[in-house]
């Protein structure tokens, strides 16, 4: 007989200890432990690779066809960030704050799939048949191929798949689903892990694609989805606000493609709409003439998108003024914030500064520096920027004004809606070599750049800590 088993599990991230602990030595979280019964397991690993025996074989006799191997779903913002589609026997787990609209986006790939007469099975642990249908509907027709099973017990799950085999499999969500085996409550660590283990194993023998979807939640009460990205091949997240209708699907982990590209999805009354021409939708909104705003034509992945970076400088009553930002790396606004004070005299160690990313987008793209520089100085100085006018480029800690990556393909974009003037760093203008259309001007360091922003300011005095 199999023995009963203690053993506290961190909610968080899974860690293990025999004694309850308050502080998880793994991943820093306070009073994340909880107790948990479970029969003592068999040590064996319930998955093997698939070559029979364990002989070696030699790796170029190994098939691999790539490219027959990929379902691509047809949302191309979805197949983009997939890195061409869902590969074959893959597992996939998107996770996202609850409402955010998993549920929509993967019943919208599963009916184009379905359209496209693969057999799909769509398992709801969350929802009745009967939800799922009129969400269904919402979003469009309802395929023929599509079938739906509303089941949490694992075993009961198993063997559905193994009576339809489906090319595609979604568990909405991976919380709901448990197994007599383990005595824990669904939605605890140990549930999640086995049963996406014994989901995934399914999946690599049959050559099925999973998908399963997972909750993140902030105190981590239930287990979020964490131990999951170490078992499962591609690990996409789904961010946004929910008061705004954008939402923003990133891959942080993908085994089969790049983890850089991201789909940008609109949340309409009938489902998600793909947004083909992101830098639109994220200018939508901007007010040319304010002060405080600078467009940055900002590469995420290998897609040029234009972005708004919005500054507000206002005197601080702090002893430490505040150095916010929404969307961008806050170190990295502080180093700048710092080159403005030394480099051109700005008086900002009084001041409060806010930096946004309109839209909501995150960027980590270098050539936003500029953008931050030009988007402060015009708050501070209360005048807009020039009209159409959009500004690249990263910025050292002298000032120096750095080279960066492909920057016709951001001339381009800058172009097509409608810029006249873009500001580059002087090294990418040898690297030009289409004739565009746009004005481009080169800057060798930021004093060059508020000059050219900017002019009547830097006439009318040297720059100096009171003038700025
Ligand atoms: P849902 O996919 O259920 O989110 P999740 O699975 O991530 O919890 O999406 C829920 C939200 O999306 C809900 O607030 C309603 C909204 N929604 C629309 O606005 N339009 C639609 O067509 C659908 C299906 C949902
Ligand atoms: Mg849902």
Redesign the pocket.
Known sequence: MRKLKTIFTCSFCGYQAPKWIGHCPECDQWNTFYEETHKEQDRRPTWRPDTPSSQPVALSTVSHQQEENRIATGIVELDRVLGGGLVRGAAVLIG??????????VLQALSRCAAQDLPVLYVSGEESLRQIRM?AQ??GTVPERLLALAETDLEAILEQIKNTSPALVVI?SVQTVYTADIESAPGSVSQIRECALRLITHAKHTDMTLLL?GHVTKEGAIAGPRVLEHMVDTVLY?EGD?GHAYRILRAVKNRFGSTDEIGVFE?????LVEVGNPSEFFLAERSEQAPGSAVVPSIEGTRPILVEVQALTAPSPLALPRRTTIGLDQNRASVLVAVLEKKIGMTLYNQDVFLNVAGGIRLNDPGVDLGIIAAVVSSKLEQPMPRKTAICGEVGLTGEVRGISHVGQRLREAERLGFTQCIIPNNNLKHIHDTHSITVVGVRSVNEVIAQLFPTTMRKKRPSADSL
């Open positions: 996202g704050d609850p409402g955010i609209g998993k549920s929509t986006l969400r919402r979003i909405d979807i789904f929910r949340m309409s009354g009938a489902g």
